[in-house]
């Protein structure tokens, strides 16, 4: 018997035109929720697996792939404000074009908190500031557009570090969790029951 392949999200390309779906799933809350647990997990299974190695001589060395999971922290963040975002009744995508949020740059996560509705602590604002690098450019590329960005950070105690230096990893990941936790605790359970309506998941 001849397999069928799909995705957790389904066949939506059957359901309507490119269009369609495009505005369906660009407007769905569930849809970036979605993406919050699935960039969260993943993120997750790279901390199972990187670690930071300390030299004889002392020194702590970071593996790139920390810049990774700092990338998908990054982006949990964002899809969870975009999810907040069209679940009071916005949208992302108008006319079959993507329009993202208000005023606030995609990948700006301390503009874009501040225009969902966030107002972030000094520390948060911290966080979201060094996380924003990743997303932008230090999770993906060895360097980012303007060289003015990669300008290194003054952290106490430490000194100076590299832009893609990981070095806030504990609070990182406490700020992916409550950053977007309002949002969790409020959805998850509608955001399962809204999958099982369209046959996404089977729990």
Not at 13 to 26: A, C, I, M, N
Not at 70 to 86: D, F, N, Q, R, S
Not at 98 to 127: A, I, N
């Amino acid at each position: 018997m001849r397999r069928s392949h799909t995705t957790e999200f389904g066949d939506f390309w059957r359901d309507g035109s490119p269009s369609s779906v495009h505005e369906l799933l660009g407007n769905a809350w569930w849809a970036w929720m979605a993406w919050v647990f699935t960039l969260e997990e993943s993120a997750a299974c790279i901390g199972e697996r990187s670690f930071h190695i300390v030299r004889p001589n002392g020194e702590v060395v970071m593996p790139l792939t920390l810049c990774v999971r700092a990338m998908l922290l990054g982006y949990t963040i964002e899809c969870a404000l975009k999810g907040l975002w069209v679940k009071k009744g916005n949208k992302v995508v108008q006319n079959g074009k993507y329009v993202g949020v208000g005023r606030g740059q995609d990948h700006d996560l301390v503009q874009l908190s501040r225009t969902v509705g966030f107002s972030p602590t000094m520390t948060e604002t911290d966080v979201l500031h060094r996380l924003s690098k990743f997303v932008k450019f230090a999770g993906r590329y060895p360097v980012a557009k303007r060289s003015g960005e990669m300008q290194p950070y003054e952290v106490s105690v430490i000194g100076k570090v590299a832009v893609g230096h990981f070095v806030i990893g504990t609070l990182m990941l406490k700020i992916a969790s409550v950053g977007s936790q309002s949002i969790w605790i409020k959805t998850r359970t509608g955001f399962y029951s809204t999958m099982r309506k369209f046959g996404r998941f089977s729990k």
